[in-house]
């Protein structure tokens, strides 16, 4: 039976978590969803850890409180000894964000005396010190990662940023030794500035029931459950013979880069645009031409609808609501018609893209596998297993992320 259940507020996040409980040495199932009650990890899976991706990142905080209930009850059932909620590395600024709701509402059903607010992922540049999130050292609402269209970050400091969200008091620092701390439950806010504060923070509060945080605390806590409990998971391979189509929806700067780095090599690129799609003057039958052109070529199609702040604020102008939805479906259905066609490798940046491919794809339990990049894992569907899925959030992965990908996936 698991032992470890953690609920990401996205898709892309949670395949994040997973990648690192993988990387920490645990085998790891992940559902897109909460899976029904009696929905059982097969004993073959030799399944220690479960990941479960939700959208309460963007949920009203209603939905989001009871889908993560939901999700801690289905993980309790399995045998989870531990829950783990999973957010966003660049937290919530909004006073009516889910993050404090979410984590007084687990916080209460594990029956937990107390937890840390931890959103750090070192390797990647978010670090928390002095209660503070920084992203490469500078303070999240002075970096690149501010104006973001779903949670923008008007702050850097976690206790101010909790304060309007949250019912229980947050405490920068570690738990007094001495127990001086307010009785009741409440929230401690450690720094966590690289790998080895991760280690100290697992060991001083892994024993918890509940633990919130980025992804930077997965790959110790995974070691840590790993000495606790005999055999070793099974790894699914990376690679796989087949095609393979690269999507791109995220507008961060990382996939910006990853785009243009694919372009410079001359590799087949498409942009979708949505101005023409909503015109008619592009449609997908068009787009799939291309990807089709290609599916036999040295060379994997990218079709992308990233672009820049000032394009994407331009096309909102057809409602911002009305471009996502189009393109997000767009997306999805090419994913669907390549699966259909015999791709095999589906490679995409972006997290509501990401979403949008394997609600598309009807993909709800994957295996984890390796890692492309830090929080990026290879992911083998259960009930399509000669199919290798790589679905990163926008902002990771370096340059050279869909070469990488590409080459690690390709037998």
């Known amino acids: 039976m698991a032992v470890l259940g953690c609920i990401a507020d996205d898709f892309t996040g949670a395949g994040d978590a997973a990648s690192f409980l993988v990387k920490g040495g645990m085998s790891v199932r992940f559902y897109n969803g909460i899976p029904a009650m009696q929905d059982t990890p097969g004993s073959e899976d030799g399944t220690q850890a479960i990941v479960i991706a939700l959208k309460s990142r963007t949920q009203k905080t209603g939905a989001a409180v009871e889908d993560s209930r939901n999700a801690a009850r289905f993980l309790l059932n399995q045998g989870a000894q531990q829950i783990y909620y999973k957010y966003c590395s660049t937290f919530d600024s909004t006073p009516q964000g889910n993050i404090g709701p979410v984590s007084d509402a687990l916080m209460e059903l594990t029956g937990a005396p107390y937890t840390v607010l931890c959103p750090a992922l070192p390797v990647n540049g978010r670090t928390v010190e002095a209660g503070s999130l920084l992203v490469n050292g500078i303070p999240l609402h002075k970096s690149s990662m501010k104006d973001h269209p779903l949670t923008p970050m ?23 030794e ?32 509940f633990l919130t945080g980025g992804s930077g605390l997965l790959k110790p806590l995974a070691r840590m459950w790993s000495e606790k409990i005999p055999g070793h998971g099974r790894i699914p391979e990376s690679s796989v013979s087949g095609p393979a189509l690269l999507l791109a929806g995220s507008c961060s700067q990382a996939t910006l880069k990853q785009i243009a780095w694919y372009q410079r090599l001359q590799k087949p690129c498409c942009r979708l645009d949505p101005g023409a799609l909503l015109e008619g003057r592009q449609t997908l039958d068009e787009v799939w031409h291309f990807v089709e052109a290609h599916a036999c070529g040295p060379d994997a199609p990218l079709v ?14 057809f409602g911002a609501e009305k471009v996502a939805d189009l393109l997000e479906h767009a997306i999805a259905e090419l994913a669907v018609r390549a699966v259909g066609a015999g791709f095999t490798r589906i490679i995409s940046a972006g997290g509501e893209t990401s979403g949008a491919v394997t609600k598309g794809l009807g993909f709800s339990s994957c295996l984890i596998g390796e890692s492309v990049a830090p929080g990026v894992p290879v992911m083998v569907p259960v009930n399509r297993p000669d199919i290798r899925l790589v679905l990163k959030s926008g902002n990771f992965g370096q340059e050279d992320f869909f070469g990488h990908a590409l080459s690690m996936t390709s037998l």
């Open 178 to 209: 001495d127990g001086a701390a307010p009785a009741g439950p409440c929230y401690f806010i450690p720094d966590h500035r690289n790998d080895g504060d991760g280690e100290k923070i697992v060991r001083k509060y892994g024993h918890l029931s």
């Open 154 to 176: 008007w702050d850097c400091r976690i206790d101010r940023l909790m304060e309007p969200q949250s019912r229980y008091p947050c405490f920068v620092g570690d738990r007094p």
């Open 304 to 317: 992308f609808s990233s672009d820049t702040p000032e394009r994407v604020k331009e096309m909102q102008k």
